[in-house]
């Protein structure tokens, strides 16, 4: 049975944490950091019975948008869960009253750059954190896309 749940409890922070990691090797989150996120942004974990197989981040807009990312482990790809997690958060930063969505894929996650242009996002920024050297993609979705 698949389910979505906010990140609140300890379990939760840490399934969240460890797919973030492994899906952005060049840029592993400590515990501490997931936990201040935990209360800035909207973080959810989707679940395939007791297995953590995916997560989602929501950041509240600035100037009306809003960061919308989604990640499934590749064992699980291709199953629907990318599209729920997604979905589930464009409609969380909605209601936050974000009108612009943009998200953040690493230049060599082949699956998550197919998956954003098939959603109407278009790269508008590339750019390399320091002591990095794969560079993080930009995307902004075209107006009016679903
Ligand atoms: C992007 C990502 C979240 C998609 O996750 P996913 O669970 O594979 O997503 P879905 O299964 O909902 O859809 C993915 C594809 O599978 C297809 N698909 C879905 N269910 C399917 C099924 N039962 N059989 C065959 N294909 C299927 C979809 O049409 C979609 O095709 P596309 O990528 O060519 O557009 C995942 O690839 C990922 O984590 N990538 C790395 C992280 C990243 O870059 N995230 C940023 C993107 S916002």
Known sequence: MQRYEQVKSEAALRDWREIHNLIIPTAPLSAEEVEERAIRHHLEVAYLGDVAVGNSTVRPPAEGTSVVIARVLPAYRRRGFGEQLYRRAVEHAR???ANTIETI?????????RFAVRHGFVEVERYVLPGDTV??????RAPGRA
């Open 95 to 97: 209601a936050w009253g």
């Open 105 to 113: 894929v690493l230049e060599s996650n082949d699956d998550g750059l």
């Open 135 to 140: 560079p993080f993609i930009e995307l902004r």
